[in-house]
């Protein structure tokens, strides 16, 4: 039980940082652009108006966004890891040095404890954000 309840706090922060580091970054909204351009090319594809050349051509531009859109997002949530697991690391290294990194995690809770902070956190962020815009 008391182990349990120090993984859900030394996740924590780490998950905070990881949500921080995707708002920050606009993930979302480049993932966003990303299904736009998908659902662009799915009218494209079954269009009887539009030839099957310049459906080629369209098609052809479409997936180098697609392409490039996938790579930044990629690149986004590789960072948003970097940050999250050097945080779990320095956690682990200034408190629970005595047992081994990996197996301290290999939980379930651990999952499900980084999930719920997660979607707490972000809603929280949400209301926190939203009041102070509004303020203003």
Same mark, same amino acid.
């Given at each position: 039980? @008391?182990?349990g309840?120090? *993984? ?5 922060v780490?998950?905070? @940082? ?10 979302? *909204?480049?993932a966003?652009?990303? =299904? *736009? ?5 799915? !009218?494209?594809?079954? %269009?009887? !108006? @539009?030839?099957e050349?310049? !459906?080629e051509?369209?098609?052809l531009?479409?997936s180098?966004?697609?392409m +490039?859109?996938? @790579?930044?997002v990629f ?5 948003? =890891?970097?940050?999250?697991l ?10 629970l %040095? %005595?047992?081994?990194f ?5 939980? !379930?809770?651990?999952?499900?404890s980084?999930c ?5 956190? +972000? ?14």
């Amino acid at each position: 039980m @008391i182990d349990g309840v120090i *993984r859900f706090f030394a996740l924590i922060v780490p998950t905070c @940082i990881f949500i921080e580091v995707i708002v920050r970054l606009h993930t979302v *909204r480049k993932a966003q652009h990303m =299904l *736009r351009l998908v659902n662009r090319s799915l !009218k494209v594809i079954v %269009s009887k !108006k @539009i030839s099957e050349h310049w !459906k080629e051509k369209v098609l052809l531009a479409y997936s180098r966004k697609m392409m +490039g859109l996938t @790579i930044v997002v990629f690149l986004c949530v590789i960072a948003a =890891l970097v940050g999250a697991l050097a945080a779990l690391a320095l956690e682990w290294k200034a408190f629970l %040095s %005595s047992t081994r990194f990996m197996a301290w995690f290999d939980h !379930k809770d651990a999952i499900v404890s980084s999930c719920v902070i997660a979607v707490a956190y +972000g809603w929280v962020r949400a209301r926190v954000c939203e009041r102070a815009l509004f303020r203003t």
